[in-house]
C-alpha cells in the first residue's frame, strides 16, 4: 500500500513566516485581498495554495518576490 505522506506546502510555512515576522493576523490579509480569512488559514495549513494573482498580491502585500512562497522548503 502506497504511503499518503503529506508534505506541507511552502506557500504556507512562509506565510507564517513573514506573518510572525511583521506581526499581522489572518483577518488583516484577508480584508487586504479580499478573501475570507478561512481562505488564509487554508493557505496557511498548506492545505491550498493561492492561485499565481492571488500569490503576486501576497508578495507586494509582503514587499517580498513571489518566490519565496513556492521556494521555501517545508
Known amino acids: 500500500m502506497?504511503?499518503?505522506?503529506?508534505?506541507q506546502k511552502p506557500?504556507?510555512?512562509a506565510l507564517?513566516?513573514?506573518?510572525a515576522e511583521q506581526d499581522?493576523?489572518?483577518e488583516e490579509i484577508a480584508y487586504k485581498l479580499g478573501v475570507s480569512a478561512?481562505?488564509?488559514a487554508r493557505w496557511m495549513a498548506g492545505r491550498t495554495e493561492p492561485n499565481?494573482?492571488?500569490?503576486?498580491r501576497l508578495?507586494?502585500?509582503f514587499e517580498v518576490e513571489?518566490?519565496?512562497f513556492y521556494e521555501e522548503a517545508a
Open 24 to 26: 499581522v493576523r489572518a
Open 38 to 40: 478561512s481562505t488564509v
Open 16 to 19: 507564517r513566516r513573514l506573518m
Open 52 to 56: 499565481r494573482g492571488m500569490g503576486e
Open 11 to 13: 506557500v504556507g510555512a
Open 66 to 68: 513571489r518566490k519565496v
Open 2 to 7: 502506497p504511503s499518503q505522506t503529506t508534505r
Open 59 to 61: 508578495a507586494e502585500l
